[in-house]
């Protein structure tokens, strides 16, 4: 099932659509302001397979985000969880992004004072993350908002998240921070250097992940690979199942056109294609 709106009513306004999620404004409980994310299925896969998958994520990125206030990283209150319309409802968070307020500087100055603590909280943050075993996955500067009544940084879009305990991980989610802040706030400064000194502050495991995250820049064709298999690591239960599919179908179409018990006795092909379909359920 798909949510379906043009926002013509004002009650389910569509702000951003990405290659995964449509992500809508709207009310909840009555007049409090919310975020809808849904997850919408893909024409490309098995429908039973597509929404086994995702349904995982739906249900994965809610874990990740309760886990990330439970060890005290600020991210927007979950609401409801909907395994129907494959919807996460959460807390709307008044505020600019950190992409935003770093692309004002750009045009008309660094305030030294905003920007210390900005890069204080975006460390602090991220090492309590990491010595927690959770791996954003997708840290970039859209990707965090600041409140306006607290000035208070908030971390959204946990989509990619999972948790693990390599260091090598830890370190590919600072490599797309680190490449996002080159590519987009480079009149900036230094900005990555004071995350990390507050990460360093932070993070009672940091000389493993950032032994591992020099090691990427010595050698980046190394933790680029790493982070492609991070970010779409999710995805080979997916690339795997489909190909057992259609191999199998493949091989049917150019083997006999049925199959013998152990009797000897036919049996129609379609009831391996049953099986088949039976398998990928249960795998």
Same mark, same amino acid.
């Given at each position: 099932?798909?949510?379906?709106?043009?926002?013509?009513?004002?009650?389910?306004?569509?702000?951003?659509?990405?290659?995964?999620?449509?992500?809508?404004?709207?009310?909840?409980?009555?007049?409090?302001?919310?975020?809808? *994310?849904?997850?919408?299925? *893909?024409?490309?896969?098995?429908?039973?397979?597509?929404?086994?998958?995702?349904?995982?994520?739906? $249900?994965?990125?809610?874990?990740?985000?309760?886990?990330?206030?439970?060890?005290?990283? !600020?991210?927007?209150?979950?609401?409801?969880?909907?395994?129907?319309?494959?919807?996460?409802?959460?807390?709307?968070?008044?505020?600019?992004? !950190?992409?935003?307020?770093?692309?004002?500087?750009?045009? !008309?100055?660094?305030?030294?004072?905003?920007?210390?603590?900005?890069?204080?909280?975006?460390?602090?943050?991220?090492?309590?993350?990491?010595?927690?075993?959770?791996?954003?996955?997708?840290?970039?500067?859209? $990707?965090?908002?600041?409140?306006?009544?607290?000035?208070?940084?908030?971390?959204?879009?946990?989509?990619?998240?999972?948790?693990?305990?390599?260091?090598?991980?830890?370190?590919?989610?600072?490599? !797309?921070?680190?490449?996002?802040?080159?590519?987009?706030?480079?009149?900036?400064? $230094?900005?990555?250097?004071?995350?990390?000194?507050?990460?360093?502050?932070?993070?009672?495991?940091?000389?493993?992940?950032?032994?591992?995250?020099?090691?990427?820049?010595?050698?980046?064709?190394?933790?680029?690979? *790493?982070?492609?298999?991070?970010?779409?690591?999710?995805?080979?239960?997916?690339?795997?199942?489909?190909?057992?599919?259609?191999?199998?179908?493949?091989?049917?179409?150019?083997?006999?056109? *049925?199959?013998?018990?152990?009797?000897?006795?036919?049996?129609?092909?379609?009831?391996?294609?049953?099986?088949?379909?039976?398998?990928?359920?249960?795998?």
């Amino acid at each position: 099932m798909e949510i379906k709106a043009d926002g013509s009513d004002g009650s389910l306004v569509l702000i951003k659509q990405g290659a995964e999620a449509r992500v809508f404004e709207s009310t909840f409980v009555g007049s409090r302001r919310c975020i809808i *994310k849904e997850r919408f299925s *893909k024409k490309y896969r098995h429908p039973t397979l597509d929404s086994k998958l995702t349904l995982k994520r739906l $249900n994965a990125e809610a874990r990740c985000m309760t886990k990330a206030r439970r060890l005290g990283v !600020v991210t927007p209150v979950l609401y409801a969880v909907d395994t129907v319309m494959h919807t996460l409802t959460f807390e709307y968070v008044e505020g600019p992004s !950190v992409k935003d307020i770093l692309l004002g500087f750009g045009l !008309v100055g660094v305030d030294e004072e905003q920007m210390a603590d900005i890069t204080a909280q975006i460390g602090n943050a991220i090492g309590k993350l990491h010595d927690g075993g959770l791996v954003h996955g997708d840290l970039t500067t859209s $990707n965090m908002l600041l409140r306006s009544s607290a000035n208070q940084l908030v971390l959204i879009d946990f989509g990619l998240s999972f948790t693990s305990t390599l260091p090598e991980d830890k370190a590919v989610d600072l490599y !797309v921070l680190e490449r996002a802040l080159l590519s987009m706030h480079s009149s900036c400064g $230094n900005v990555m250097d004071r995350i990390l000194a507050a990460y360093r502050k932070s993070s009672k495991q940091w000389s493993s992940t950032l032994n591992k995250l020099a090691e990427g820049a010595a050698d980046s064709s190394y933790i680029e690979a *790493k982070r492609k298999k991070a970010h779409n690591g999710w995805l080979s239960f997916s690339s795997s199942a489909l190909y057992v599919e259609v191999g199998l179908v493949s091989m049917l179409s150019t083997a006999s056109m *049925k199959t013998s018990d152990a009797m000897g006795q036919e049996k129609p092909k379609n009831l391996l294609i049953a099986k088949t379909n039976l398998y990928l359920l249960q795998s």
